[in-house]
């Protein structure tokens, strides 16, 4: 039922964006025509033969991008990335195919607007389809009717996902295993598998397999090739595996990396480096005049050295000097303790440059040495890293990208003395998922913390002054 299930809903999706395509084309004849008055210098059919060329091109687009296969347990961030990747592709082939071949004239502001919408209104449609089929799957209707194999650990832990996450529309008609173990029906030893399959039609066999079952994974894939049944491993090592594992080739032999990073590709890390350094160098540029304020005020007030350097764990675990803005009276004895806003050490003008960030510029030379990256995990005190590596999970990821002047871990909140597992999660979340406009994202919600920080601050001294 599933495979006629899947079928219905890819005529839906290719019908759906094809009709998309010709609403988002009049759409865009309208409003450059009608709605900003341009001067109409092209007929409206000219716009329908775009569709008519355009349609054929996205179908085929969307289909080899994997667009029409089932997204059931994909996220729809995934589904978005590749709708992108999509529209930039279909973009282009549409401007070479106006602009080089030159089939008819098209107006440039009409052809942007008719991109942008095109991709706006698929995306929408596809967030509206998986509203909808989650509803149907979370009441019985679509399911996936799977048979389950293992009756250990991986196969509960699948078994709980499945039936706590009812959305995924995943059926689990039973179980294989050696003895009766699990909360869901059993029907048999490994040994029944073949019999298993011929007599029955499943849409997945899920093998679950612990290691101490492993000596049976041949004879059931084994089985499931013989029978002409889909099957999927849960590898037994899934628990240190992240969602971003990947499968690369060595000669003949497979090898699993278990956690990709994107930044490890030339290209990506290339186009990061770029931006920072053309950011950095603007940042640097216009707050020159806020540098030698607060350089002139802190050798008035503190007296010394106006820039505090500290040693941190960078990239690779390279030990690397970091600079900020020195905002205490003793700060360079400060390598183990994290200073907080009580922290006695800390001056008037120094308290003010940490609320609104601004000791944080001189990080900005960091980043043009390559030391450390806009966005990234922060980086620790070496003392901090010794402590924490043997009890937080997974901390010492952070050290296989560059350090950051902001990340994903701030802008939610966790900087300071906050939860350091949680940080983590968030750094390691940014590490496998990180893409140019997730960097450009946390910038602007940087900034907007900062600005929204200092107004929250400002109104609490206007509120303390009134009932005063």
């Known amino acids: 039922m599933i495979k006629e ?58 289909s080899c991008m994997g667009l029409y296969e089932s997204y059931r347990t994909a996220t729809f961030g995934k589904e978005l990335a590749k709708l992108v990747s999509a529209f930039f592709i279909d973009g282009l082939l549409i401007i070479a195919m106006l602009y080089i071949v030159k089939l008819f004239d098209f107006s440039r502001w009409a052809l942007a607007i008719f991109l942008v919408l095109d991709l706006v209104f698929v995306a929408v449609k596809r967030v509206v389809m998986r509203y909808i089929l ?21 196969a509960l832990n699948y078994l709980e996902t499945i039936r706590a996450e009812k959305q995924l529309g995943i059926n689990c008609v039973g179980y294989l295993a050696d003895r009766d173990s699990l909360d869901a029906k059993w ?27 492993m000596r049976y994974m041949q004879s059931v894939v084994e089985a499931c090739e013989i029978t002409g049944t889909r ?22 032999i497979p090898v699993m990396n278990i956690r990709r990073i994107p930044l490890d590709n030339m290209g990506n890390a290339f186009l990061k480096r770029a931006m920072d350094i053309i950011v950095s160098l603007i940042m640097l540029i216009l707050f020159s005049p806020v540098m ?51 922290d006695p050490r800390k001056t008037k003008f120094g308290a003010v440059i940490r609320k609104l960030s601004i000791d944080e510029i001189p990080q900005l030379v960091n980043v043009l040495k390559g030391d450390m990256s806009l966005v990234g995990p922060r980086p620790e005190i070496p003392f901090y890293v010794d402590a924490f590596k043997n009890e937080v999970p997974m901390y ?20 300071g003395d906050t939860s350091i597992k949680r940080r983590i999660e968030l750094d390691v979340q940014y590490i496998e998922n990180w893409n140019i406009f997730l960097d450009i994202s946390i910038l602007f919600k940087t900034v907007f913390r900062v600005v929204n920080k200092e107004k929250l601050r400002c109104s609490e001294l206007r509120e303390g002054t009134q009932h005063q």
């Not at 009049?26 to 001067?39: H, N």
């Not at 099957?231 to 080739?249: E, F, L, R």
């Not at 820039?307 to 970091?322: A, D, E, P, S, W």
């Open 5 to 62: 299930n899947q079928k219905l809903f890819n005529a839906i999706n290719v019908i759906s964006d094809a009709l998309l395509s010709v609403v988002a084309v009049v759409a865009s004849f309208v409003i450059v025509f009608y709605l900003l008055a341009f001067e109409r210098n092209f007929l409206l059919i000219d716009y329908i033969k775009l569709s008519c060329i355009f349609i054929p091109v996205q179908l085929v687009t969307y």
């Open 134 to 154: 989650r509803g149907l799957r979370r009441k019985g209707h679509n399911q996936k009717h799977v048979l389950l194999i293992g009756g250990g650990a991986a």
């Open 187 to 213: 029907l048999g030893g490994f040994d029944d598998i073949i019999k298993l399959l011929d007599g029955n039609c499943y849409d997945d066999v899920v093998c679950a397999l612990d290691m101490n079952e």
């Open 231 to 252: 099957v999927s491993v849960i590898p037994a090592m899934y628990k240190y595996m992240s969602p971003t594992s990947v499968i690369d080739m060595v000669g003949g």
């Open 292 to 342: 030698l304020v607060c350089a002139i005020v802190i050798k008035a007030t503190m007296g010394g050295k106006v820039i505090f350097r500290q040693q941190r764990v960078g990239y690779n675990k390279k030990i690397f000097t970091m600079y900020k803005f020195k905002s205490m009276t003793d700060s360079s004895t400060s390598d183990t303790a994290w200073s907080t806003d009580s």
């Open 396 to 415: 010492m990821i952070k050290h296989q990208v560059k350090p950051g002047i902001t990340g994903l871990a701030q802008v939610n909140g966790y900087r």
